[in-house]
């Protein structure tokens, strides 16, 4: 089973890219898990405008790459992200306004006019970093990168397994917060592994389209 790990900061070896390897590291433990870890600031993708909504462009070969793998082989995606002014930095915004033309299908709409989720058989996770203590930020989830990227990923038709905050300016060193990373990177790899939120005629049956690719 592959996963995404997507490291959105520009800032490596900082807080959420630590969160991230220590994540990662309890994703290993599990056995038949097969994590790549991308920075996302190495692939070059150009803001959306309506002539690239179909797709990556020719001079976008790595963005491209990352699609397709998203889309036919990946069977969970990690975001690990910092909070920037109540969102997310630019180039994961971008990233995620980008990836609309794989995740929603405009031929097929709801009661809304909306179009429905394409991402069904993908498994989230976001990993958060923060300059708001956790206390606070409990209060305000409605404000944070976590709250948003569920919303999204959920508009998506994915799944989300969970999210993580901290809001330790010096996460990167503090051992209790990257050792529960490493814990819930476990529980997450299990949880893809065991198609733990499928019914049982479902675990026999049902396979999603990236999995039919494998
Ligand atoms: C441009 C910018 C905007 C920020 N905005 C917020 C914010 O709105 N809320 C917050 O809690 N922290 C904010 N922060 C603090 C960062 O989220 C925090 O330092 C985080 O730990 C950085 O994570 P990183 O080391 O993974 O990049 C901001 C930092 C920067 C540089």
New binding site residues.
Partial sequence: MKIIALSC???RK??????LDYFIAGMKEVPNIEVEKVYLEDIPINTYNFKNSTGPQKDEELFKKLTDKIKNETAGLVI????????V?AHLKNFIDRIRFFALNFNDKNKLGQPNGMLGGLKTYFLV????PNW??TILFF??PSFWLRGVFLYFNAKVIGAYY????E??NNKKILHKCYKKGIKYAKNIIKRKDQGLLENIFWRSPQEKQM
């Fill in positions: 900061s520009p800032s900082r807080n959420s890219d630590t969160m690990a992200t910092p909070t920037y002014n109540f969102s930095p970093s923060g300059g708001t606070a930020e404000s944070f901290s809001g330790d300016i996460t990167y």
